[in-house]
């Protein structure tokens, strides 16, 4: 992306946009970090296990845009790519899960833009993940700015499957045949099996319906 601005105002407007969604970015952590101090404070429990953040790299954003089969601009990038910052949110459970992404549709300045729940529907390849575009206003100087982010919310069994599977088909040399992808969804079956039965023991132990 940094490669195919032309003058000084594309490598301004690319440094004020990455600005925005770095903004973004530290705004809606901190709306989560709030939320899980919250809850230790009224329920002694932590239902995050952690966060991470970042910031799509540039070589993902042009690809993406191929992909989508979009000319490579800055225009089109805030028009079309709405994980550009993008924030993972590791829970223990998967009832965790959806009270986490109900308390951050109930915060009246966040707007929920789209959900996509691979939990209940998981992607072919066995990926499971509860995927929301939230956008959150960024009060400036002047103006106010609405900037998408994208919040991933995972168990931990979730992101160990996810990880792992990510680093084995990105590594250069990867084969990946049909067996193998097949050898990897049912890894992400037995894991959503063993999730299940830890939600079930953890609602048996504190005596939940
Ligand atoms: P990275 O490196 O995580 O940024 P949309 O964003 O809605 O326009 P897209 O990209 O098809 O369309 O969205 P989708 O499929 O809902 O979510 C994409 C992101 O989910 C990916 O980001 C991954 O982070 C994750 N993901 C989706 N499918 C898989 C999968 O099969 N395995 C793993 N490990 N992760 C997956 P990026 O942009 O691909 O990459």
């Not at 830890?198 to 132990?205: E, L, N, T, V």
Request: glycine fraction near 2%; charged fraction near 25%.
């Amino acid at each position: 992306m940094e490669n195919t601005m032309k003058n000084y105002e594309d490598v301004d407007s690319w440094k004020t946009i990455m600005f925005l969604y770095n903004s973004a970015l530290k705004e809606v952590g901190t709306k989560l970090e709030i939320l899980n101090d919250e809850f230790q404070h009224v329920h002694k429990y932590n239902p995050i296990e952690h966060i991470k953040t970042r910031i799509k790299t540039p070589e993902s954003i042009v690809k993406k845009l191929r992909r989508y089969g979009y000319e490579i601009s800055i225009e089109n990038m805030v028009k079309y790519i709405n994980d550009i910052a993008g924030v993972r949110l590791i829970c223990s459970f998967t009832s965790d899960i959806y009270r986490l992404a109900e308390m951050i549709g109930n915060q009246s300045d966040l707007k929920v833009l789209s959900i996509k729940d691979y939990i209940k529907n998981p992607k072919p390849s066995g990926y499971r993940s509860l995927h929301l575009i939230v956008q959150v206003p960024i009060f400036l100087q002047n103006e106010k700015k609405m900037v998408n982010v994208e919040v991933q919310f995972r168990t931990i069994a979730m992101d160990f499957w996810a990880s792992l599977e990510h680093q084995l088909k990105y590594k250069p040399s990867a084969a990946i045949t049909p067996e193998i992808s097949e050898q990897l969804r049912e890894c992400a079956e037995k894991i959503a099996e063993t999730d299940l039965q830890m939600q079930s023991i953890y609602m048996q132990i504190n005596d939940l319906e």
